[in-house]
């Protein structure tokens, strides 16, 4: 398995970034995923994921601000962050919903006030 998510950086309050992540080595058309978001000093919590046919879940703190969608053909999910806050500053990694040990590559995303 080889996750890789990018399109991190650092945005001002109220600014958008649109995150990308590339999945190989899992059936990804089958697999529900999710993205999950690791703040500093908390514990890594699931945001946002997306079922195999499209449906889509989010968490209360991003409802209404975050997208998420996925490209079966691609083997890609992404997450459209939106009217971002200093409170979504962390690192973001896509992931199943039942995601083991394995973790891959995250993405730093950083909001000033």
């Known amino acids: 398995v080889q996750l890789q998510a990018s399109g991190g950086g650092l945005v001002q309050a109220g600014g958008s970034l649109r995150l990308s992540c590339a999945a190989s080595?899992?059936?990804?058309?089958?697999?529900?995923m999710g993205w999950y978001h690791h703040a500093p000093g908390k514990q890594r919590e699931l945001v946002a994921d997306i079922m195999p046919g499209g449906s889509t879940n989010y968490a209360d703190s991003v409802k209404g601000r975050f997208t998420i969608s996925r490209d079966n053909d691609k083997n890609m999910v992404y997450l459209q962050m939106n009217s971002l806050k200093p409170e979504d500053t962390g690192v973001y990694y896509c992931n199943t919903l039942r995601p083991g040990t394995y973790w891959g590559q995250g993405t730093q995303v950083t909001v000033s006030s």
């Open positions: 080595g899992i059936m990804f058309s089958f697999n529900a």
